[in-house]
């Protein structure tokens, strides 16, 4: 069977600050700059979760995406929607809350739940100007 | 010379819907959900025709994107634009009319025809919110 | 209290035909073109729910957006989604599909709805390329 | 001379909480849901800075939007871009944080400032989903 | 019969310079700055041409969009795409070629061939980041 | 460390004129259709700058976006924003101006300063309907 990828876009919303506590206030002022503000900012995140696969004979679907969406809701979106990243969310305890590192975040809960075909690539946008991509290494 | 890959985005409108006659109604409902609905429903299809090749020294171009378009409106648009994928476009009648599907049809009508360099690949935007990604095989 | 307006986007796709019963098959031919096709065609449908009001001291808003999603949900996509337009939905039997008498459809059923401030406005995107504005009147 | 309404956008981000202090815990739990959440959240502000006046013949302009931009960087975007809105902007100590605050924020800031023209509207969207219009009264 | 704004978006791109030839070198340099490069510089331009006016009952449109898009390529495409405004086209000989006034070129074109309806607002967008309206006076 | 890829969009505009010297004015008209225009036309063009590596256990990043939108600003868009790519910039001087062609100056400029990671991609938007994609070979 021909194979292709199929892409779901999801979103969420959150609170978030880079700061890495291993290092002085003033070597993270520098490095982050205003990303560093100590009472947090926040962004829109809009997601593609993309899956690759062989396109079922019986449905015409690498995945159906809806399901897709589903476990989004369940297993990301319920984590991060309306939280601060650093405060509310265990997984970034000892993580910096960087585009990259929430984008493996999401990789490791949606990777193993994908029903059909397998997560070939997560794409997060922060913002309308600059996205990051991770394909699990 | 140096290689590049050119973009050129188009697009159709369409009704459809999913349904697998091999199988039972309470199959098809359970799967396709309101993709089944038997009246059909529709969408506004985005299309991007991705063309990988060297780039000419005579015009600095990979292929001129003006005659892809032409191609696409000359054998795609041509069939599928204001149309009903199932009733209307004999290629579906024996095939799921899923993006994944839809976007091998554009394959199979654009691949040997493109004058300059190679289709490397067709994303096709069912919604803004999905697309599929067909890369020939 | 100082007034504005507040805008929630909500999206259905629908299949739908533009024929005028009372005239002929060629009138209806030459005047909708590809858009008379006798089995429909489709589009994704985005639409903005526009509301003016005063804001509120005690919440900042004019209206609760979460709750005029919730009110089309319920009285305007289960209605439209994954439908056919002039089959499946009894208000349009008489009426012609129409990107401005489908607007006039969603004003009918969110304006007596709208919990705190009024419908200012239907906006309806049929593409990406031509929408329609309905204001009540 | 004729007129036209100029547009620039602009955009910042930033960190809030919708909390109404004269309120129950539990009724801002209940009116503002996940939007209360006691650590913040945050969001991508797109801004509109709508300008109506007479067109230049000497410029050709309305006003030079390259001005109005350079006067939000200053008065708006240096208040509120990478801030957490409730704890770091003081005009927000006693105002909920909501669209249609935000939007009087800035065109208290931008209003009188409008080298040429008059302040016509601000547009602010608070997601690709949601956005809100205040023009002054 | 209702009334509603139908509204087709169009675009064309062209190449221009904004030069007032009363005023001096020096002026011109420090109005409209890197806009006056002696060499030109460009834009796509997205255009928005908003119809107002009554629902036909016959057809359910106020206008035509197809229509309206072929006056559109006919008396203003023909003239502004792939040109150079301040050399090619003989409108802007003694105007500066700004959004302002070529929203207004626009009006003057369009604004006596509307079929049905009336010309309500010429949206132009000269960048993804400003656009003037232009609405006849 | 894992790797992903980070993308940070730029943007610029300017005019251009497709002419190939070597070949006759006819063959110029003929090939390059309205892109040939002697007083040349012009574009908004969106840059994407995609840069792959692995992901910093100090930052969270793979580069510092922030560095690499200044480095775009003083190395591409100083020399061809508000520009006569054919007239202004002497790389073009004997190379056509085609998006093929600005994807390869971009990544010449661009492809040795990244601090970080590397240079993996240069998408080039023209306009809303074309972009290009460099990938160094």
Known sequence: MPRALVV???HFNAAHRLHNPAMSDEWNRTTFGPCNNPNYH???????LCIEGEISSETGYVVDVGIVKA???EHVHAQLDHRNLN?????FAD????AE???IFIW???GPRI????????RLWESPRNYVEYEGG
Request: charged share 30%; no cysteine.
């Open 8 to 10: 779901r876009r999801v």
């Open 101 to 103: 590192n929430i984008a």
């Open 42 to 48: 926040g962004h829109n995140y809009e997601v593609e």
């Open 115 to 122: 029903p059909a075909g397998r997560l070939a690539r997560v």
């Open 108 to 110: 490791e809960q949606m």
């Open 71 to 73: 476990l989004f809701d």
């Open 87 to 91: 405060l509310d969310v265990p997984w």
């Open 95 to 98: 993580r910096l809350a960087s």
